[in-house]
T-cell receptor
């Protein structure tokens, strides 16, 4: 089984400041890793994903994340945030083993609040 | 990217009535869809895996008779909350995997907010 830990439930930052949202996972098998963003009363939108290859993954809206296998982490970063980045961010993991069921296991989410 | 659509986005119903929520994959086929429930300020809880042409697989603790799932075609899954009660009020989100892309990525619907009075 997999599990995901998002260490910060809330992260307040000022506009144009850098931000890092932390995510650690545990799994006995190889995994795929994802970051999703959720705006109020909406579904989830994929920010970026790590499947294989380069450990630095770039996503939409200027976000990037780095897969660190030794530390089992997949932290999300953005060098300069905007007010519009205020949202809930979820880290998720699924098994990298094929098959028809790719169940995602989610972290509890981190609320990023960007203040002017 | 692939698009998943949910309908209705919001529904208010009286206690004791049943409510159906639809989840459609608009530009791809999905043999498997997933239904999640999200409580306020909480993460997503997987309720069940919807399998086209067969019975859904429910997660532990989810009442099968309360949350009926039907996956009648490769582009449509429905969740029916039967005899709804106020404690069933929640945000329900479906997701689907584009089986052409073997990446494990799931595409999510916009969510459906159910309020039971």
């Amino acid at each position: 089984a997999q599990s995901v830990t998002q260490l910060d439930s809330q992260v307040p930052v000022f506009e144009e400041a850098p931000v890092e949202l932390r995510c650690n996972y545990s799994s006995s098998v190889s995994v795929y890793l994802f970051w999703y963003v959720q705006y109020p009363n909406q579904g989830l939108q994929l920010l970026l994903k790590y499947l294989s290859g380069s450990t630095l993954v770039k996503g939409i809206n200027g976000f990037e994340a780095e897969f660190n296998k030794s530390q089992t982490s997949f932290h999300l970063r953005k060098p300069s945030v905007h007010i519009s980045d205020t949202a809930e961010y979820f880290c998720a993991v699924s098994r990298n083993s094929g098959g028809s069921n790719y169940k995602l296991t989610f972290g509890k989410g981190t609320l990023l609040t960007v203040n002017p | 990217g692939a698009v998943v659509s949910q309908h209705p986005s919001r529904v208010i119903c009286k206690s004791g009535t049943s409510v159906k929520i639809e989840c459609r994959s608009l530009d791809f086929q999905a043999t498997t869809m997933f239904w999640y429930r999200q409580f306020p300020k909480k993460s997503l809880m997987l309720m069940a895996t919807s399998n086209e042409g067969s019975k859904a697989t429910y997660e532990q603790g989810v009442e099968k008779d309360k949350f009926l799932i039907n996956h009648a075609s490769l582009t449509l899954s429905t969740l029916t909350v039967t005899s709804a009660h106020p404690e069933d009020s929640s945000f329900y989100i479906c997701s689907a995997r584009d089986q052409r892309a073997n990446t494990g990525e799931l595409f999510f619907g916009e969510g459906s907010r159910l309020t039971v009075l």
